[in-house]
Antibody
């Protein structure tokens, strides 16, 4: 059974940095595209970033490009999201999500068949 | 970016009755070479992460009850719950994976 467990969420000030972690188990981590999706309180879902199975290729939403960095560590089956220059509008629950390999056809174009429970990031100015 | 517009924002349905949720895309999600529509549906219950229900617009994920069905093609899609159960109270989202960035609809809340 796939398990994704996020951690690292916190209450921070605007301009601060934070690193989120997602510990993955029960999957062939090095073969799966992984992503971060966020949800502001009471709002809908927003895709943030994704990374290829090898870690060679990354993609970002325009709203976070240049401020956030997604990465993965194969030896520990861990996904990261480094968030710099945080803004009020980055406040959200951040979910780690795994691609559905039956569907992925290119890059990060996929649906997500496993999700973590999320970690809350609160940014205040 | 592809914009997905869901309607209605919320609906109240009696137990055992049908619920219908619409998702309209700003661009066609149909790839004619394989005749597949690059659209998925998720269910999110309060305090939980989203759960994948349907992909390719109409293929149910494993373990999803057959009262959930997806239909549509091109720019107009529908998620139908044929006989609403108490455990179906949730917010439902559509998501397109035809073009980056991946985008989601705004969600439809289903209550009893």
């Amino acid at each position: 059974e796939v398990q994704l467990v996020e951690s690292g969420g916190d209450s921070v000030q605007a301009g601060d940095s934070l690193r989120l972690t997602c510990a993955a188990s029960g999957l062939a981590f090095s073969r799966n595209v992984m992503a971060w999706v966020r949800q502001a309180p009471g709002r809908g879902l927003e895709w943030v970033a994704c990374i290829s199975g090898t870690g060679d290729t990354t993609y970002y939403a325009d709203s976070v490009k240049g401020r956030f960095t997604i990465s993965r560590e194969m030896s520990t089956n861990t996904l990261y999201l480094q968030m710099n220059s945080l803004r009020d509008e980055d406040s959200a629950v951040y979910y780690c999500a795994k691609e559905d390999p039956r569907v992925t056809y290119s890059a990060c174009n996929t649906v997500f068949d496993a999700w973590g429970k999320g970690t809350l990031v609160a940014v205040s100015s | 970016d592809i914009v997905l517009t869901q309607s209605p924002d919320s609906l109240t349905v009696s137990l055992g009755e049908r619920a219908t949720i619409n998702c309209k895309s700003s661009q066609s999600l149909l790839y004619r070479s394989n005749n597949k529509n690059y659209l998925g549906w998720y269910q999110q219950k309060p305090g939980q992460p989203p759960k994948l229900l349907i992909y390719w617009a109409s293929t149910r994920d494993s373990g999803v009850p057959d009262r959930f069905s997806g239909s549509g093609s091109g720019t107009d899609f529908t998620l139908t719950i044929s006989s609403l159960q108490a455990e179906d109270v949730a917010v439902y989202y559509c998501q397109q994976y035809w073009r980056s960035p991946l985008t989601f609809g705004g969600g439809t809340r289903v209550d009893i």
